[in-house]
Nanobody
């Protein structure tokens, strides 16, 4: 089970920190990732992270602004989002990477003035 939280309405240039609680046994061995789906668009992987928590990767659209991290002991995944832009507006999800068929409810991030 995956449960995302932390989404909100924020002004451009603002910051948010998303959290994901993952009820996955052996969480630490899984590559994880944050995905997002904007209205009318396909879901995309924006930030994958190996089980070790090092060597994160980022999509070009979020590179330098987003930081993914994980707490393996507590089975949590985080996404720090800075300098948010209107085009970051989407529902954000966490999942393993590659994504499993089952998704959590997601958390809505809206960037608007």
């Amino acid at each position: 089970q995956l449960v995302e939280s932390g989404g909100s309405l924020v002004q451009p240039g603002g910051s948010l920190r998303l959290s994901c609680a993952a009820s996955i046994s052996a969480f630490r061995v899984y590559n994880m990732g944050w995905y997002r789906q904007a209205p009318g668009k396909q879901r995309e992987l924006v930030a994958p992270l190996p089980g070790s928590g090092i060597r994160a990767e980022y999509g070009d659209s979020v590179k330098g602004r987003f930081t993914i991290s994980r707490d393996n002991a507590n089975r949590r995944l985080y996404l720090q989002m800075n300098n948010l832009k209107p085009e970051d507006t989407a529902v954000y999800y966490c999942n393993i990477d590659p994504a499993a068929p089952s998704w959590g409810p997601g958390t809505q991030v809206t960037v608007s003035s």
